[in-house]
């Protein structure tokens, strides 16, 4: 496997944050090279992107309780998945959101086949009146 080509970032930063860096690597047991690699990708390619135009002033605050178990282990992948809980749930909404749409998209294009279908038996229905007697099988789809 080819390595990667690796170049240098040379940073100061003020001795409050540096602190606060090196407390979180070391409670998450990462090395500094992957904490800033994380951070610069992070910033670069957000997992969740914002739709353009949303701002604090347009959003809304959604709040609920879960019970304590839940809690840990939602803390417990965010933390394996280095997400927020806002991005976290954000994601899973517009995931949701997405795939009910569909959903919905997809019985209204079924809804409509069967509307097409009824008038075409519908149709033949009335032709088969006209003439001879024929026999004519009708189907109805719910």
Do not use: C, W
């Not at 602190?19 to 992957?34: F, H, K």
């Not at 949303?54 to 019970?67: G, K, Y």
């Not at 019985?107 to 279908?117: A, G, H, P, R, S």
């Amino acid at each position: 496997m080819a390595t990667e080509e690796k170049k240098g970032i040379t940073v100061k930063i003020d001795a409050e944050l540096h602190a606060q860096v090196r407390e979180y690597i070391e409670a998450n047991n990462m090395t500094m090279a992957e904490f800033v690699t994380r951070a610069l990708d992070d910033e670069l390619h957000p997992k969740n992107d914002m739709k353009e135009g949303i701002t604090m002033a347009n959003t809304r605050t959604i709040a609920f309780q879960v019970p304590e178990e839940l809690f840990q282990r939602i803390k417990d992948y965010l933390q394996r998945n280095h997400l927020t809980q806002r991005q976290f749930l954000i994601g899973l909404i517009e995931d949701e959101l997405e795939r009910d749409q569909v959903e919905y998209e997809s019985q209204d294009e079924d809804q409509l086949l069967d509307e097409d279908n009824l008038e075409e038996t519908d149709a033949k229905v009335g032709e088969s009146e006209e003439g001879e007697s024929e026999e004519v099988g009708m189907a109805i789809s719910m």
